[in-house]
C-alpha cells in the first residue's frame, strides 16, 4: 500500500509575510498540504528584503516559501475579494497575519468565512492578539521580544540588550501557530466543525520566558543578562579557549565529577565553593575563571576532543558556513540543490523525518504570481474569464 504525505489533501491559503506566517505554512507544505501563497500585486514584502539575492530572488524570501503556490491578488478590489472568498470557500486552513480588522474590511473576517465554509480552520497570527488594549500596536519580531522580556534577557550586564541571530520570535510564533491548526485539524475530525485560532506573537514569546518568568516569580526580581550562561546550571555556557570558544553544558553532578577530572581539575570536584550545583551558580565568576585559567593552555580542538571522549556536551561555535558544511548536517539531509525555473538553487532540507511519510522538499519557492492562472482554473474560473481578470489588473501573471 502507497503511504502518501500525512497533510495530503489538505488545502491551505496563505495570506501571510514576513517570516512568521510563512515559516508556518512552509512546514505544513513540507508535510504535503496544499500551500497557496496569495501576495499583494508588490508580493511578499520579503521579496525587497535584500541583497543578497539568489538568482534574482531575495535570500530571505527563498528561505521560507518552498512548496508554495503564488498567486498575485488585488484584494482591494471587489473581483479580488469575489476570488478569496471563492478560494475560502474550498479550503480547509486560512491562515492571514494582517492588523487585527484588515480581513474583516476585506469582507472575510471569521464570521463571513464561516458562512462560506463552517469546516474552514482559520487563524489569524498577529503581533499583539486580537483584542486588549495593545491589539492594534504594528508588530515584528524585535518589538515582540522586546514586549515579551525576553529582549531584557539577552546580552551581557550593563550592555545593549541584543537580539537573536535569526527572528526567533517569529519563528516561536509559527511554531504555535502550526500546533494549534493541526490540533484544530485533528478536533475537526470528530465535529466536522472550523474553528478561529486568535495567535498572538506576545503570549507565544512570553510563554517561552519558562523558568525565568518562573525565577521572577520565585524572587521578585528581575533575572540577569547573563550573556551565554545558564541562569540555573553551572558551568553552563561559552568559554574562551587558547584560541577560540566552545560552548560546554554540564547538567548534572555526575558529569560535573566527569568533566573535572576530563581537564585535570579534580581539585574542583569538592571544593568548597564549586561542589554542588546551587553552589557553583552563586559563585559562577568565580567558577568561570578557574576554567578559563586552565581552558587558556588548550585550543579549542584540543578541550573538545577531551570532553567528546568523556561524554561532556560541548561543542565548537560554527560559523555558518561551518555548519551548512558539517557532516551531521550533510549526512541527514538538511542541505540539497534544486532545479528551478531561475536555475538551480541551494535549499535547507526539512526537520521532519518519520518512518512511512517524511517530510518533503518538492518545489522551489515561487516566482511573484507564477501559478495564478491555474489556481484561477481549479476554482472554476474559465480562460476569458482569467483574461479578463488579469485585463483588469486584478492579478499578476
Known amino acids: 500500500m502507497e503511504n502518501h504525505p500525512p497533510l495530503q489533501g489538505i488545502k491551505v491559503l496563505d495570506l501571510t509575510q514576513a517570516m512568521a506566517g510563512p515559516i508556518a505554512t512552509m512546514l505544513l507544505g513540507d508535510l504535503g498540504a496544499e500551500i497557496i501563497k496569495i501576495e499583494p500585486p508588490s508580493g511578499d514584502q520579503t521579496r525587497s528584503w535584500a541583497p543578497p539575492f539568489i538568482n534574482g530572488i531575495s535570500a530571505y524570501f527563498l528561505s521560507v516559501n518552498r512548496n508554495k503556490q503564488s ?53 489569524s497570527l498577529s503581533g499583539y492578539g486580537q483584542d486588549g488594549p495593545q491589539k492594534d500596536w504594528p508588530g515584528y519580531d524585535l518589538t515582540v521580544l522586546a514586549s515579551s522580556g525576553l529582549l531584557s534577557l ?82 553552563y555556557q561559552v568559554f574562551r579557549t587558547g584560541d577560540s570558544f566552545i560552548a560546554i553544558a554540564v547538567g548534572t553532578e555526575k558529569l560535573w565529577k566527569v568533566f573535572c577530572s576530563s581537564i585535570g581539575r579534580e581539585d574542583l570536584t569538592n571544593h568548597e565553593l564549586f561542589s554542588e550545583n546551587t553552589k557553583r551558580v552563586q559563585n559562577r565568576d568565580r567558577l568561570v575563571e578557574e576554567l578559563e585559567k586552565t581552558f587558556s593552555r588548550k585550543t579549542t580542538s584540543e578541550l573538545f576532543q577531551s570532553l567528546l571522549k568523556a561524554g561532556i556536551p560541548a561543542a565548537p561555535i560554527n560559523t555558518v558556513e561551518e555548519a551548512i558544511n558539517s557532516p551531521q548536517i550533510r549526512a541527514r539531509g538538511m542541505v540539497s540543490t534544486m532545479d528551478t525555473p531561475y536555475g538551480k538553487i541551494p535549499v535547507t532540507g526539512t526537520p521532519f523525518k518519520m518512518s512511512r511519510t517524511p517530510g518533503k522538499v518538492s518545489k522551489a519557492p515561487p516566482q511573484l504570481g507564477e501559478d495564478s492562472e491555474s489556481i484561477l482554473s481549479a476554482a472554476g474560473y474559465s480562460s476569458d474569464e482569467i483574461e479578463a481578470i488579469k485585463r483588469d489588473g486584478v492579478i499578476n501573471a
Open 71 to 123: 498567486i498575485s491578488l488585488d484584494l482591494k478590489s471587489p473581483k479580488g475579494q469575489e476570488i478569496l472568498k471563492k478560494l475560502a470557500a474550498e479550503a480547509d486552513i486560512l491562515i492571514e497575519n494582517f492588523r487585527p480588522g484588515t480581513l474583516d474590511r476585506l469582507g472575510l473576517s471569521y464570521g463571513e468565512a464561516q458562512k462560506l465554509n463552517p469546516k474552514l480552520i482559520y487563524c
Open 154 to 235: 539577552n546580552g551581557e550586564e550593563g550592555r545593549t540588550p541584543i537580539k537573536f541571530g535569526v527572528p526567533i520570535a517569529d519563528i516561536v510564533s509559527g511554531l504555535f501557530a502550526n500546533n494549534a491548526i493541526l490540533s484544530a485539524l485533528y478536533e475537526r475530525t470528530g465535529s466536522g466543525k472550523g474553528q478561529h485560532i486568535d495567535m498572538s506573537m506576545l503570549d507565544a514569546n512570553f510563554l517561552i520566558l519558562t523558568h525565568q518568568a518562573f525565577n521572577y516569580f520565585a524572587t521578585g526580581k528581575n533575572p540577569r543578562k547573563l550573556g551565554s550562561a545558564h541562569s540555573s546550571i553551572a558551568p
